[in-house]
């Protein structure tokens, strides 16, 4: 198990002219730390990976894993459509010193479900770091069934973990009932983490947690410590950040956020587009009060 509680899924900030700023990923890096990150992970969704070049990933993980200096697992996300560009990536990745990979279910191309334990054992076969499956059926087109996370899961030791985000909790309950020892299942959408926590999952790869990482991390935490009452005030507190990171397209709004934040720029990269004025305010007004919150949890510390 790569580590258990709340890992924020990173923005990848970027500077007026398009390019990857650095100064602002280590800084969000930074802040996600000192908030209580249990790992930290690149270029998945929230990172815009589609539209980052093969030079900038590994600018990316090279400085993620640099700044981090091994105080939390680093995670890379390298899973594509393509089995040999995952490969690829998943080799760089592992020479640059991630701690593990994420590996999403294949888009566009919905392989049957043998052609993904393919997919995954060939990933494999090719490094030695950690894998965690990534389902989002919402953004790929492609379910990753029960039996065969659980296929993987048994079959091939590197599979260590999934980010869960299907929404389907019947799917989530039997997946926890009948994992093999050590296997981890997170959610991989804010807003289902307390009912997984609740089932007995292992935390959250999460977006909310790049604006919000104490509150986030004080829900996880709470959760797994069994404290399931203290886990659903913080999901009430949290809730309302949780679904405007929805309002538009993700990264869209986190970015929007970040930026009001002084934390980064709101830039991201076409087709995606900033968020408009309207569901700015939108969005500022929904997470007011989780704002103030989290200050007040850096305040008490």
């Not at 969704?45 to 900038?56: L, Q, V």
């Not at 926890?176 to 292992?202: H, K, M, N």
Request: charged content about 20%; hydrophobic content about 45%.
């Amino acid at each position: 198990m790569l580590f258990r509680g709340a890992a924020p899924a990173l923005v990848t900030p970027f500077s007026e002219t398009g390019a990857i700023d650095k100064a602002a990923f280590c800084e969000l890096i930074e802040h996600q730390i000192t908030g209580g990150a249990s790992a930290l992970v690149v270029l998945g969704t929230t990172g815009e990976n589609p539209t980052i070049t093969s030079s900038e990933r590994s600018e990316l993980v090279a400085t993620a894993v640099e700044y981090v200096s091994g105080r939390v697992p680093v995670i890379v996300g390298t899973g594509t459509n393509s089995t040999a560009e995952s490969i690829t990536f998943s080799v760089e990745a592992e020479r640059l010193g991630a701690d593990g990979l994420l590996v999403v279910g294949p888009y566009y191309n919905k392989p049957p479900q043998r052609g993904f334990e393919a997919h995954v054992a060939a990933i494999a076969e090719s490094t030695s770091c950690p894998i965690i499956l990534y389902n989002v059926p919402s953004r790929t087109g492609f379910d990753i069934d029960l039996e065969t996370i659980l296929n993987l899961a048994n079959e091939i030791p590197a599979v260590v973990g999934v980010k869960e985000a299907s929404g389907d909790l019947s799917k989530v309950a039997d997946l926890i009932q009948c994992r093999p020892a050590g296997f981890a299942v997170y959610s991989g959408d804010d807003e289902w983490t307390l009912f997984f926590l609740a089932l007995g999952a292992d935390g959250v790869i999460s977006v909310v947690s790049n604006i919000l990482p104490r509150m986030m991390n004080k829900l996880v935490r709470a959760g797994l410590e069994g404290d399931l009452t203290g886990a659903a005030g913080m999901h009430h507190s949290l809730v309302h950040a949780m679904r405007a990171c929805f309002l538009d397209t993700n990264p869209i709004p986190v970015k929007a956020v970040l930026a009001h934040l002084g934390q980064c720029g709101p830039a991201v990269r076409l087709p995606l587009v900033e968020l408009s004025p309207r569901k700015k305010s939108m969005v500022m007004a929904a997470v007011a009060s989780a704002l103030e919150d989290e200050v007040g949890i850096l305040d008490s510390s």
